[in-house]
């Protein structure tokens, strides 16, 4: 069953921070990529959590087992979400940049000097920085190109790709320009060079559903504060893989995976309201079971993002003095748009917005290698709006007036 713009106004009802206003107005949310709002659902389970069982793990009363058995409920809950059959591949971390960064010191322990790190130019600063700084063990990163229209260069990615290579780090959607890559072929090309996989699907795994067996990758990093949830990164790694790596680790910790990468407490309530999310999401679904509501809302609420961005899209370019960046949409795309409006450098773009209670963000969000690819950085960086499951065309009219405005000064 479709996601209309009458299930819109439904789930709408559920955020409670949709409800604010400033003088009269209501703010639109439309910087969804840095950060959705979150359900009810999702609020009441980490408040439930404090209210009722606030413990450490593995002990013998009763509130340390209930946070042992959410932990599980929560491992299994975002396997159902990442498509692993396993929730023994699933392990929680600060965010995915804390959690990057630890993978690559256990990945760094298997290289040796020479070894190359394959990534693209459509990288958060959070798949680049932990990976650059293994060159100061002789670790060599190379980078595949973009063109013009923010799509990945395949050829490039292949000549990139060689024998040397130990690891393909690669974003499956740009936060900053919307481009979804191919992921098929990055394993593709991985595998024939004998090297690992990992995949950035923080800004993807809030529009389509992910499928980790499908994809059969090595790794696979996202975070449930875009996606309804709480800030909470979470890890993916092949089944049997994490073992043959070297975290830093406590001795006391549980060795095993999922918990090998897990250094300290985690954040418990934040878990609780991990899994409110995914089950939050599931429930606009249909299927027996989660997993399979959990796809099936994914893909009508992305066919619901996907009209709405595109409206955006088309329409915000035929303002005069306004350029949108990135791929079209005739294709698979997030439905994050950036734009620029000739002589109105981005952070102003963003003030005049906020004027008028429209929420954008402005600059370059982290994903900043694409937009000095692009030669946007000079201007400022660009003007970004996302579209999640509750914004509304009537939002995507009023930005777009709102644009209109600023592009006539
Ligand atoms: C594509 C992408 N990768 C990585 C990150 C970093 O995620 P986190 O904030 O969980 O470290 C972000 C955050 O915006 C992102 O959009």
Redesign the pocket.
């Known amino acids: 069953m479709p996601f209309t713009a009458a299930d819109c106004e439904r789930c709408r009802r559920d955020f409670p921070s949709l409800a604010r206003t400033l003088d009269g107005v209501p703010l639109a949310f439309l910087d969804g990529?840095?950060g959705t709002q979150v359900p009810n659902a999702v609020i009441e389970a980490i408040a439930g959590y404090y209210r009722t069982s606030n413990a450490n793990t593995h002990g013998h009363f009763p509130t340390t087992r209930e946070t042992d058995r959410l932990l599980q409920e929560t491992r299994e809950t975002a396997a159902a979400f990442l498509g692993a059959a396993d929730w023994r591949s699933v392990s929680f971390g600060q965010?995915?940049?804390?959690l990057t960064y630890a993978l690559s010191y256990a990945l760094a322990r298997e290289m040796k000097s020479g070894d190359e790190i394959v990534i693209t130019q459509l990288e958060?600063e959070?798949?680049r920085g932990p990976w650059l700084n293994l060159e100061e063990r002789g670790i060599v990163v190379r980078e595949a190109a973009i063109g013009p229209d923010g799509r990945l260069d395949a050829g490039d990615l292949a000549r990139q790709i060689s024998g040397r290579t130990r690891l393909v780090a690669f974003?499956m959607?740009?936060?900053s320009l919307g481009t979804v890559s191919d992921a098929a072929l990055a394993r593709l090309l991985s595998r024939e060079a004998g090297a690992r996989l990992l995949l950035?699907a923080?800004?993807y795994a809030a529009h389509f559903p992910l499928d980790v067996a499908a994809l059969d990758t090595d790794f696979l990093?996202c975070?449930a504060?875009?996606f309804y949830g709480p800030?909470v990164?979470i890890l993916y790694s092949r089944p049997g893989l994490l073992e043959t790596l070297q975290p830093d680790r406590l001795r006391t910790q549980d060795q095993e995976a999922p918990y090998r990468i897990e250094t300290g407490t985690l954040n418990h309530a934040a878990l609780a309201g991990v899994k409110a999310a995914v089950e939050y999401i599931a429930s606009w679904g249909t299927g027996s079971s989660l997993r399979e509501r959990i796809v099936s809302a994914m893909r009508e609420i992305s066919t619901y993002e996907h009209d709405l961005g595109s409206f955006y899209f088309e329409n915000v370019q035929s303002i005069p003095g306004v350029a949108a960046h990135g791929p079209d949409f005739s294709g698979p795309r997030a439905p994050t748009v950036s734009i620029t409006v000739d002589g109105v450098p981005p952070d102003e773009v963003a003030k005049a917005l906020s004027d008028k209670v429209l929420q954008v963000w402005s600059g370059h969000?982290?994903?900043l290698r694409p937009l000095e690819a692009l030669g946007l950085m000079e201007r400022g960086g660009v003007v970004r709006a996302g579209i999640v499951m509750y914004n509304t065309r009537g939002e995507v009219e009023r930005l777009l007036e709102g644009v209109a405005e600023v592009a006539r000064r």
């Open positions: 990529p840095a965010n995915m940049t804390t958060h959070a798949n974003n959607a740009s936060n950035d923080v800004h990093l975070s504060y875009k800030h990164g969000f982290y994903g």
